[in-house]
């Protein structure tokens, strides 16, 4: 079983950036793929981010590409999100999630993170 915490979330101001992490306990990252989602009030959870097992393939959703960048560190077994030109519209809660393989579809997801709320003020 694989335990995930995010952290880093905060209040930004446009424009602004936020790196958000997830620490990932009971497994090495390096035995499955990790995901990063968003869920904004009253919306469905958004696909924004993947990494692979191995680390070497990352998938990213349209609406983030080029402003958020997904990366890991295996000797703190933690997966990253840096946000970069953040919009009022990316206020949301960010959640990890991880599986064996890596995927864009939040149900194809079995463990996840409490989430971390971001808040990006105009």
């Known amino acids: 079983q694989v335990q995930l915490v995010e952290s880093g979330g905060g209040l930004v101001q446009a424009g602004g950036s936020l790196r958000l992490s997830c620490a990932a306990s009971?497994?090495?990252?390096?035995?499955?793929?990790l995901g990063w989602f968003r869920q904004a009030p009253g919306k469905g959870r958004e696909f924004l981010a993947a990494?692979?097992?191995?680390?070497?393939?990352?998938y990213y959703a349209d609406s983030v590409k080029g402003r958020f960048t997904i990366s890991r560190d295996t000797a703190k077994n933690t997966v990253y999100l840096q946000m970069n030109s953040l919009r009022p519209e990316d206020t949301a809660v960010y959640y990890c999630?991880?599986?064996?393989?890596?995927?864009?579809?939040?149900?194809?997801?079995?463990?996840w993170g409490q989430g971390t709320q971001v808040t990006v003020s105009s």
């Open positions: 999630a991880s599986r064996t393989t890596i995927a864009t579809r939040a149900n194809e997801y079995r463990y």
């Open positions: 009971g497994r090495t990252i390096s035995d499955y793929a």
């Open positions: 990494i692979d097992w191995s680390g070497t393939s990352t």
